[in-house]
């Protein structure tokens, strides 16, 4: 049971460049979220689909985009890669939008330079 | 803003004492609150929920209080052990329990034997 899955690991990109972070979770929930935590900071949220079909804007969406694929899988899109967006990126996913739990991956470390 | 702080600077224990960690929230009440660990590379892992209705929560070795008055949750581990060791973040959910998670920076705790 793998849980939620996050591809890739490591990512380095030059400034204005653009990439797709992968998540998938195999514990059929509802609810798919994308975090970034930088140093010193709380993981902060950036997007979130409370079920299949939507998706809702966190509190820092810009530069971003994402896709809920179907119920296994929730894209992260950097359309044009800044430095600001060197962080940690973490997929997670919960049962419910509700009180419930989040089930994190292991996050892919990117660096924008 | 909604804000969760926790205590920055690491916590340091001999290995068998109670470690105490400390959540305080600022300008609103969540509907809950929320305890993970975080070893270094890995992403978070839940540990507790508590709501707002709850006093006090346990879980093995761990417990989990919330004082709705004083705005605060502390996080209890007894008879620490090294393997405790690690970074404990605090995140609230927010009105009507709905899981748009705030977390807090996290506190790093390191159990000597």
């Known amino acids: 049971n793998a849980g939620v899955t996050q591809t890739p690991k490591f990512q380095v990109l030059k400034t204005g460049q653009s990439m797709t972070l992968q998540c998938a979770q195999d514990m059929n929930h509802n609810s798919m979220y994308w975090y970034r935590q930088d140093p010193g900071m709380g993981l902060r949220l950036i997007y979130y689909?409370?079920?299949?079909?939507?998706?809702d804007k966190g509190e820092v969406p810009n530069g971003y985009n994402v896709s809920r694929l179907n119920k296994r899988e929730f894209s992260l899109r950097l359309e044009s890669a800044a430095p600001s967006q060197t962080s940690v990126y973490f997929c997670a996913s919960s049962d419910s939008v509700y009180n419930s739990p989040l089930h994190f991956g292991n996050g892919t470390r990117l660096t924008v330079t | 803003s909604q804000k969760i702080e926790q205590n920055s600077e690491a916590l340091n224990i001999q290995e068998g004492k109670t470690a105490t960690l400390t959540c305080n929230y600022t300008?609103?009440?969540?509907?809950?609150l929320q305890w993970y660990r975080q070893d270094p590379g890995r992403g978070p892992v839940f540990l507790l929920l508590i709501r707002e209705n709850e006093k006090e929560k346990r879980k093995e070795r761990l417990k989990v209080t919330f004082d709705t008055t004083l705005k605060q949750s502390l996080f209890h581990i007894t008879a620490s052990q090294p393997a405790d060791s690690a970074t404990y973040l605090c995140?609230?959910?927010?009105?009507?329990?709905?899981?748009?998670?705030?977390f807090g920076a996290g506190t790093r705790l390191a159990v000597h034997p």
């Open positions: 995140a609230s959910g927010g009105s009507g329990g709905y899981n748009k998670l705030i």
């Open positions: 300008n609103y009440s969540p509907a809950y």
């Open positions: 689909s409370a079920s299949e079909g939507t998706t």
